[in-house]
């Protein structure tokens, strides 16, 4: 491809990075009539898409990223006394690290606690977010009935999934099956703190990283896809979106002290096959960030689009303006 330079890891051949000079190669690269995105069986494309801001992100769910959310943050402060005596309960069946153990079961009740709270306050205000029971932080912690570390009581559902579309931070991490969408999402400034970074990225995954339906219990596939009806989250319909989590990251946590990247969590899948390459990276200069958001326009991808609101109309409009002049 013009303009662009190919590397891979020595570890991980399963593994390609591509650098872009334009965004006109950029986007000729992510048409999903590629080659590079089709299958030769089906009509379906076996890849997932998603964009980052920075080229330099790890693949990390927002919830295991450091520094912690503020959100995050203020619930735990909230949850420390259960999460002590949690502690303290789960160090008699094996003194774990007090201190892993502690981080692991402050971070996943306090995700609980925000999408329980998330469901309520949405009933209340008259938002249909179905009959799913979840967790509260504060029930799980003090669950005397199995091992407070099984995971399958974080597993996210479609609660999960309207909390995360809307804001809450969770375990799962955003991706589509259309890579135009995620160019987009690459190159959305939502308010970033940092300074611009020197490139964005789209990162591509293969679908047989991510266990099936059928799959949902093989611990074979740590990553596993957040089955809810797309028609019931708006956002995700909209924007063609799946969500991902590793079922297994609080037991990499407490065997490395941190949590998960995706290319931790497909390494540490036994069933994944590794003869193939199955993660891309796409990235692209932020120089270049206007012409590829112009170019996205007109393929009708923006925000009016993708999150279907009028204040994202409005907002469309005012960014067609401001990228039209590079700013």
């Known amino acids: 491809m013009n303009g662009a330079t190919f590397s891979s890891s020595a ?17 000729s690269a992510l048409q999903p009539s590629n080659s590079l995105w089709l299958s030769e069986q089906t009509g379906v494309s076996p890849w997932l898409f998603r964009g980052q801001w920075d080229a330099d992100w790890q693949l990390v769910p927002r919830l295991f990223r450091v520094p912690i959310d503020p959100a995050i943050r203020a619930v735990a402060e909230t949850l420390a006394p259960c999460v ?18 502690r981080q692991v079961l402050t971070v996943a ?13 949405a009933d209340s205000v008259g938002h249909n977010v179905g009959d799913q029971w979840t967790y509260d932080g504060r029930e799980w912690l003090k669950d005397d009935r199995g091992n407070v570390m099984d995971e399958q009581f974080c597993r996210p559902g479609l609660v999960g999934a309207l909390a995360q579309n809307h804001g809450i ?17 690459a190159s959305a400034d939502t308010g970033h703190k940092h300074p611009t970074p020197a490139r964005l990225a789209v990162w591509a995954m293969s679908t047989r990283c991510v266990g099936t339906r059928t799959q949902s219990n093989d611990p074979g596939y740590r990553l596993k896809r957040v089955w809810s009806p797309a028609n019931r989250v708006a956002y995700l319909h909209a924007q063609h979106g799946v969500l991902v989590y ?22 540490g899948s036994a069933h994944v096959s590794k003869d193939q390459t199955l993660l891309r990276k796409f990235t692209l200069p932020h120089t270049e960030r206007s012409s590829l958001r112009r170019a996205l326009a007109a393929h009708r991808v923006s925000y009016a689009f993708l999150m279907p609101t009028l204040d994202n109309v409005a907002r469309t409009v005012c960014e067609s303006y401001t990228d039209s002049h590079g700013r």
């Open 11 to 27: 570890e991980r051949t399963w593994f390609e990075e591509k650098n872009f000079d334009t965004a006109q190669d950029f986007m």
């Open 169 to 185: 931070p969770t375990r799962a991490l955003d991706w589509t099956t259309h890579p135009l969408h995620a160019a987009f999402f």
């Open 84 to 101: 002590n005596a949690a502690v303290q309960k789960q160090d008699e069946l094996g003194d774990p690290d007090r201190a892993r153990l």
């Open 246 to 267: 590793d079922c297994r990251a609080h037991s990499h946590f407490m065997g490395n002290g941190r949590w998960p990247d995706v290319r931790e969590s497909i390494e």
């Open 109 to 121: 009740s306090a995700e609980m606690e925000l999408v329980e709270r998330f469901r309520e306050l």
